[in-house]
């Protein structure tokens, strides 16, 4: 089980580099205004969103659940578990809205301005500042 736990600390790294870089990669897309630089940034978010962002999800939740699955038992009574899985849903959510806004870009009908996209750079941030708290404290 350590395994398991050890490739799931991994790959929620992996996901929130990406969480927090893709968003950051809509501020710099939205700034620009050259066709070079558009294309460019097209790529560079569809291949950070399929091959590092969406994998890394993937396996951060197969094998969190394995985790869950394995010991429910033990979990069962862990209430600071089940907030931190609440906050998992939100940040899926937020995974899989970045997927809309990567199509809105590839389809060059962004809206919004890059400060939208500082800002919405910023939930990550909160969700994980929550799930260590909850995690290494066990607040409840």
């Given at each position: 089980?350590?395994?398991?736990?050890?490739?799931?600390?991994?790959?929620?790294?992996?996901?929130?580099?990406?969480?927090?870089?893709?968003?950051?990669?809509?501020?710099?897309?939205?700034?620009?205004?050259?066709?070079?630089?558009?294309?460019?940034?097209?790529?560079?978010?569809?291949?950070?969103?399929?091959?590092?962002?969406?994998?890394?999800?993937?396996?951060?939740?197969?094998?969190?659940?394995?985790m869950v699955?394995?010991?429910?038992?033990?979990?069962?009574?862990?209430?600071?578990?089940?907030?931190?899985?609440?906050?998992?849903?939100?940040?899926?959510a937020y995974?899989?809205?970045?997927?809309?806004?990567?199509?809105?870009f590839k389809?060059?009908?962004?809206?919004?301005?890059?400060?939208?996209?500082?800002?919405?750079?910023?939930?990550?941030?909160?969700?994980?500042?929550?799930?260590?708290?909850?995690?290494?404290?066990?607040?409840?």
């Open positions: 089980m350590l395994w398991i736990k050890a490739f799931h600390i991994i790959s929620i790294i992996t996901w929130f580099a990406a969480l927090f870089y893709l968003p950051r990669l809509f501020v710099y897309h939205a700034m620009s205004q050259d066709k070079v630089s558009l294309e460019r940034f097209k790529v560079m978010e569809r291949k950070l969103y399929r091959g590092i962002m969406t994998p890394s999800m993937i396996l951060a939740v197969v094998l969190g659940t394995w699955v394995d010991g429910w038992e033990i979990y069962q009574t862990q209430y600071w578990l089940h907030a931190k899985l609440v906050l998992v849903v939100p940040l899926i995974h899989f809205y970045c997927g809309h806004l990567l199509q809105i389809q060059d009908k962004n809206t919004r301005s890059d400060v939208f996209y500082r800002w919405f750079n910023e939930f990550p941030v909160l969700i994980l500042i929550a799930i260590v708290v909850l995690v290494v404290v066990k607040p409840f």
